[in-house]
């Protein structure tokens, strides 16, 4: 590792520290807020607990692959654009090389990373606006649905793979 990429090592550190700080800081808030407004489940039922993780693994998806929150993760990206001797303008986006914005794009492209906060934040949102049920419910139905629709594909991806294979497919 050369010194720069050393003194970009400890730069990240250090902000991942304080973005560290700053979850521990929010969970006591949300612990607070739940506790203090008597919101806070003595009891998590089985329907709870797969609505909130349901919820969690599609807001983890929303945030880390589709397409929709593309502008999200661009929004932490550097820009690039470069202009060819034929006039064919490119752009690229790149990782800052340190600061908040290259902690926060590590963060919200890692889905064990941005899981920790976004599962705080479906926790925290169910129990303290009982109102958001229903959003976290549709969530969780689409969470399932986007489950079910990888694993048929790739039922159907090996289906067809096995014709290719066995030459059925050319018959």
Known sequence: MTFEEYQNHT?????????????????????????????????ITIADLVIITLATFRLIRLVIYDSITTFLREAFLKKVVTKSKAGKVTVTYEEEERGIKRAISILINCPWCIGIWISLLVLFLYYAFPAFWFFFTVIAIAGVASVLQVVSNGLGWAAEKKKIETGLLNK
């Open 11 to 43: 730069n990240i550190k250090m902000w991942n520290i304080g973005i560290s700080g700053i979850f521990i800081v929010l969970v006591f808030l949300a612990f607070s807020y739940l506790f203090t407004f008597n919101l806070f489940p003595r009891v």
